[in-house]
């Protein structure tokens, strides 16, 4: 199944956009009044109720029980008879999701196509092989009884060593202890990988003491040729943890220095992600990061994708790009074992549009899906990677994380992007560890937060997706090489972490 969503704006017109030929809905692209008349294809209707921006509309009268499709796949089916013109929704119809999703591997020609000579960016080529976009020095406690004496560190370490590299930042985290077995393992494996990340110049591990995630194990984590790059206090072994944090920040920022160099595309890690998102996401953001990804992924870099949840509905339009069988495999059973971690605590797999997602005009999952799965373009998956894990691979990697917003992504900076892309159709001020920028789905969430947003899908709608790709790619270079996104502008950096155990 291929979603062409690029081809949209061809079927712009003044009031709503149908994405597909095959599609029996319509979205609308303004607010549409109830007794509005307006064109559908080739007819003009006459609205018998209000439409709201992003919602849908039926382009064709669809029967009760019928399929509701959008993007020329099902969303869903009608639950009564659907009159052409009608709004679409909750009110009149529902998912058709049900249980695992079963395909065939079929083999393609899926590779990277280069389009000429690739963009470079400057960035910090590190010690194996890595290119980081900043050169920051973290502060990571080990458990959440330090977390906030990481943060007092990190700011005193601001304060007196800020100005000798880009930035001295702490990511506390209430978890490290009363976690059992695999929870405390997911805990100190995501605490590791970040401090692994390339973006980091020099990391402070804070411990505390007593606590279940030792520093000894963290450290054990953690390559060997890694390790010059790692300082470590523990708390209860030190008469003024502040003075002796203040100190290791000291020697790491003397270890830290380094200068941006130009550096090929192919060294840019890029995780790929949706939130807050509405009914023109998957129109215009989501396709428009896409076509990001596949330039990264052309030039031979790396893409990272997760939110598995809000792969139901959409799997054989992402899986279906695997690049062999045994990728495929582990990739659909991912899926399916998502599907078996909500049936196991008695949920629903179809329960994930958000209130603020329904909103916005997405009324299943499947329409959330196959609007989110845009975002890695028509790149090769290439792997499969557990929570905590890290990427390694070039083209489209799958990463294991739940749809939450923080969670994931922290989840894609542990696993090694170096950039984040975020789109959004609500409006959302998070960031992370990473140069996370925000790119907004339509012209009212740009203006009416330029402190949130540092990218206007909307012009898709004007001015098509070649030209939106350009200006997107070109701010995409800018922050790789240094250039301040809104989230760092506004200090948002925090990072969550994915507890699934029992807590003692």
Request: charged share 20%; net charge negative; with cysteine.
């Amino acid at each position: 199944m291929t979603v062409q969503v690029e081809k949209v704006v061809m079927a712009a017109i003044a009031a709503v956009l149908i994405v597909n030929p095959e599609d029996n809905v319509a979205t609308a692209l303004r607010d549409l009044g109830a007794g509005e008349t307006i064109d559908i294809g080739d007819t003009r209707v006459t609205l018998r109720e209000a439409v709201p921006r992003g919602h849908k509309l039926a382009s064709v009268a669809i029967p009760n029980g019928a399929p509701v499709i959008k993007f020329g796949a099902s969303i869903g089916r009608a639950t009564a008879d659907v009159a052409r013109g009608a709004h679409v929704h909750s009110h009149n119809m529902v998912t058709g999701l049900s249980g695992d999703a079963r395909f065939a591997f079929t083999a393609n020609a899926l590779s990277p196509r280069p389009t000429g000579a690739a963009p470079t960016f400057l960035g910090y080529a590190r010690s194996d092989g890595r290119v980081g976009t900043r050169n920051e020095i973290w502060v990571i406690p080990t458990v959440g009884c330090v977390a906030r004496t990481a943060e007092r560190i990190a700011a005193a370490g601001a304060r007196r060593f800020g100005e000798q590299v880009d930035g001295i930042h702490a990511f506390g985290h209430p978890h490290g202890c009363s976690q059992l077995g695999n929870d405390l393992e997911s805990t100190r494996a995501i605490l590791a990988a970040l401090a692994c990340h390339p973006n980091a110049g020099g990391v402070l591990l804070v411990g505390l003491g007593c606590e279940s995630n030792q520093l000894r194990d963290l450290l054990a984590l953690i390559p060997p040729d890694l390790r010059d790059r790692i300082e470590t206090i523990s708390a209860q072994a030190e008469q003024d943890e502040t003075e002796a944090g203040l100190a290791a920040l000291e020697r790491l920022v003397v270890r830290a220095q380094a200068t941006r160099t130009e550096q090929p595309l192919a060294k840019l890690v890029l995780g790929v992600k949706c939130g807050g998102s509405d009914g023109l996401s998957g129109l215009t953001a989501n396709p428009l990061v896409g076509r990001i990804a596949n330039r990264v992924a052309d030039a031979g870099g790396a893409v990272i994708q997760t939110e598995i949840p809000e792969i139901f509905g959409a799997e054989q339009a992402l899986v279906g790009r695997a690049v062999d069988q045994s990728t495929f495999d582990a990739a659909l059973g991912l899926i399916n074992r998502f599907k078996e971690y909500f049936r196991a605590h008695g949920e629903p797999i179809s329960e994930n549009p958000s209130p603020g997602n329904i909103a916005g005009g997405l009324t299943t999952l499947e329409e959330k899906s196959l609007g989110a799965v845009q975002k890695s373009g028509r790149v090769p998956l290439a792997d499969v990677i557990g929570y905590g894990e890290r990427q390694s691979q070039a083209g489209l990697t799958l990463l294991e994380a739940p749809g939450n917003d923080a969670v994931s992504s922290t989840a894609l900076a542990a696993a090694g992007a170096t950039l984040i892309l975020f789109t959004t159709g609500r409006g959302t001020p998070l960031g992370f560890p990473v140069p996370t920028m925000k790119i907004a789905s339509n012209d009212a969430l740009s203006a009416a937060k330029p402190n949130w947003i540092d990218f206007n899908a909307g012009q898709v709608l004007r001015d098509g997706f070649d030209t939106a790709e350009e200006a997107l790619l070109a701010h995409v270079i800018r922050v790789a090489s240094g250039e301040a996104c809104a989230t760092e502008r506004n200090d948002e950096r925090a990072i969550a972490i994915w507890r699934r155990g029992v807590t003692l």
